[in-house]
């Protein structure tokens, strides 16, 4: 039986790939969309979300705007990551498709309390969304079946300010609000997400099929992994969003431990810094299953190959 799942997203590129990952899974029944500000600003995060289901050839697959800006902090896209149109170099037909009249939040609430204990909600995005989900309806804590979450940086250096990952520093007040909700929580941090590099070998490889979906990918990644070259002196780009959906159906990828996890809300000079009580000093629960090992070789696999049945559907040669 398929899992029926959320996604939260600010697409973004590794955003779209999720997105395409979920169309592309058999075992994965996608509600809808949700999108926030993050990567690029709200209303091109809706409009990338809308294109990219139109490419997979599911332009009815219903997206939903949510909240533009973070809770307190001011906001912050990426750019230099993700081009400013949030889609690399990539450039795709607009969907005639308009976005669903109701509003994200809402449509996770209603998901959530609508199937109790059916939901998985993947959260790739800064959490405003999801957080205030759960302060217009709380009881989504006791009813979603699961959340995971990409997100967050404990033991590495963060990719946006020394200490902070993007999605956690954006809105850091809303990661707290989700990290302390209660709710099941699988976190996948930027120490993982960092070394599951798509390279542009794979990226050759899936360009032998002639396809929308193959050249989208193609233009998409040679913008993020400039960056990522450029930034981190990486040989290819994270995907960290599809890795997280990925967890849905084959959570035998991850290695995870019980953990309690917290987040700097305060300092300007800790903003975003999530924190892992490794040797369980602060004596309180553990609030998430933290992803300490990840079978990226694997993933990476399960992510070509669905990418390229993907292409194949939309072959043009
Ligand atoms: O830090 C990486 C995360 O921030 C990813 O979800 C990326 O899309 C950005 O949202
Ligand atoms: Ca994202």
């Known amino acids: ?91 795709l037909p607009t969907s005639e498709v308009p976005p669903a009249d109701e509003h994200g939040v809402d449509m996770i609430i209603r998901e959530i309390t609508a199937h109790p204990g059916e939901i998985t909600l993947v959260a790739v995005a800064p959490l405003t969304n999801v957080a205030l989900a759960i302060r217009k309806e709380p009881r989504i804590v006791e009813a979603v079946r699961h959340v995971i979450i990409m997100g967050g940086a404990l033991r590495v250096d963060g990719n946006t300010t020394p200490l902070a990952e993007f999605n956690f520093y954006v809105d850091p007040h809303a990661a707290s609000i989700v990290l302390h909700s209660g709710m099941p929580i699988t976190l996948l941090p930027w120490d993982i997400t960092k070394d599951i590099l798509l ?20 233009d998409a990644a040679r913008f993020y992994i400039d960056f ?27 290695t995870i431990t019980p953990l309690f996890v917290d987040i700097e809300t305060t300092s300007e000079v800790t903003m975003g810094k999530t924190i892992g009580d490794f040797r369980n000093e602060s004596g309180h629960p553990h609030n998430v299953q933290l992803v300490t090992a990840f079978d990226s070789e694997s993933f990476l696999q399960i992510f070509v190959s669905r990418m390229e049945m993907l292409a194949d559907r939309t072959r043009t040669a």
């Open 1 to 91: 039986m398929a899992h029926r799942v959320v996604l939260d997203t600010d697409p973004g590129i590794d955003d779209s790939l999720a997105i395409l990952l979920a169309l592309a899974s058999p075992e994965i029944e996608l509600a809808g969309v949700s999108v926030t500000g993050g990567n690029c600003p709200l209303d091109n995060g809706v409009h990338n979300a809308l294109n990219v289901v139109a490419l997979a050839g599911q332009p009815e697959l219903p997206v939903y705007s949510g909240v533009a800006l973070p809770l307190l902090r001011p906001p912050l896209t990426a750019p230099e990551t993700h081009g400013d149109a949030g889609l690399g170099h990539a450039h």
């Open 199 to 218: 390279t542009q070998e794979a990226i050759d490889q899936l360009l032998q099929i002639s396809s929308p979906v193959s050249t989208f990918i193609a």
């Open 228 to 254: 990522h070259l450029t930034h981190f002196g990486f040989a290819g780009c994270s995907i960290n969003d599809p890795a997280a959906l990925a967890l849905v159906f084959r959570p035998d990828l991850a």
